[in-house]
Every structure is written in C-alpha cells, then in structure tokens.
C-alpha cells in the first residue's frame, strides 16, 4: 500500500494566517493527489485534485502543489470558516490512501 | 444535481453482515467513465477506502478487508451495495457513499454518511 503520511496532525492558527500542510507519499503518484476539507457530522469536500487545480466554488486562497512524493495545500489568509479537518488523498493505485488527516483549530 | 443517499441498518450485531445501499440521483450508475466506491471514518479517526464497483461492474477491494467485503451495482434501482462480513467492533464507523471519475479524478460527489455500530 502507498502511505500517505500527512503533517503537522494538529495546527492552531488565527484568522489572516497563512497556513501550509504538507503529504508525503511513500512512492511516486505523479499528480493523482486530492485535498478534501471536512467539518463536523459533514462528507469530506473536495478543494484540489490533480495536486494543483482548484475546485469549482473554492476560494482561491487555497491553492495546492507538488508532484511525485511530496505534496503542499496552503491556505492564504485564513478565514473563520476555514477551522476544520483536512485530508490528502492518493488515487494512483490501489488501495486509495488518504493521509491521517490535520486539524487547523483556532490559535 | 447529482445526489448519492446511504440507507442500512445502524446497528449490526457482532459477527453478522453489515449490509448498506447507496441511492444515486442525478446520474445513471451505469454511465460510462465512473466508479461508485465506498469509504469508511470509524469515530475520531481518519478516512479509509474500502473497495469500489466501476460503471461496467469491474471491483477493487481494500486488501484489509478484501476477503469479507463485497461491492456490487443494483443498475435498475439506480443504486450500488455494500456488504461486509463478519463484523467486529472495528467496523464501527460513519460509512460514506462517493462517486470517483475514472479519468484520473478523485472522489467529486459524496452521500452525507451514515453511522453502522457494530454492538450485541
């Protein structure tokens, strides 16, 4: 199985923040890595796919890159609604692995 | 507006078969160019794949759980299964609905989630 392993687990920040979370993939997946944002009692939603492409409707203060191994979703300019749980995904080759999943709480 | 709706029971005794559908509107299942998959969260925890059925009936399943589960399509109702056996307290989870394009997408579309605990 491909391990995604994701950081930091937990990250408090304030609202303006410019915050960066990182995956990192135990062997190449090119560019077949999504960023899905979660909140409480909700399905996951998708923000990026294809490592760097904006999801319709999703605020372009967030933004993805990387290709290969290592993987950024930043969000520039944090904003209230943005505190919740984020989760990296590779879709290369199965099993689908998702990274364990950062929580951007408030400072 | 695509939709995807889990329904099953919430509660499954230990050692029987957790048995969920998925109802799909907006979109036939058997439309080309898609997987229908399901994925699981148990409480607390992070995501995990468990297995997927494409378009045309092909399946992938997580290794961890390959020999219980089954994913299947239901084409005439428009809807596609998940049946896992053998269910311990492990398997306790929010279990998730999604549809995945085939051309090298992630999941796009998700059901909201239902809850499955596994307790006598």
């Known amino acids: 199985d491909i391990q995604m392993t994701q950081s930091p687990s937990s990250l408090p920040a304030s609202v303006g923040d410019r915050v960066t979370i990182t995956c990192r993939a135990s062997q190449d997946i090119r560019d077949d890595l999504g960023w899905y944002q979660q909140k409480p009692g909700t399905a996951p939603k998708r923000l990026i796919y294809t490592a760097s492409t904006l999801q319709n409707g999703v605020p372009s203060r967030f933004s993805g890159s990387g290709f290969g191994t290592e993987f950024t979703l930043t969000i520039s300019g944090l904003q209230p609604e943005d505190f919740a749980v984020y989760y990296c995904l590779q879709h290369n080759t199965f099993p689908l692995t998702f990274g364990q999943g950062t929580k951007v709480d408030i400072k | 507006q695509l939709q995807l709706q889990e329904s099953g029971p919430g509660l499954v005794k230990p050692w029987e078969i957790l048995s969920l559908t998925c109802t799909v509107s907006g979109a036939a299942i058997r439309s080309p160019g898609y997987s229908w998959d399901w994925i699981r969260q148990p409480p607390g925890e992070a995501l995990q794949w468990v297995g997927s059925?494409?378009?045309?009936?092909?399946?992938y399943y997580n290794p961890a759980l390959k020999s219980r589960v089954t994913v299947s399509l239901e084409t005439s109702k428009n809807r596609f299964s998940l049946r896992l056996n053998s269910v311990t307290a492990a398997d306790t989870a929010v279990y998730f609905c999604?549809?995945?394009?085939?051309?090298?997408?992630?999941?796009?579309?998700w059901g909201q989630g239902t809850l499955v605990t596994v307790s006598s």
């Open positions: 999604a549809r995945r394009p085939l051309r090298g997408l992630p999941f796009d579309f």
């Open positions: 059925v494409s378009y045309h009936g092909r399946t």
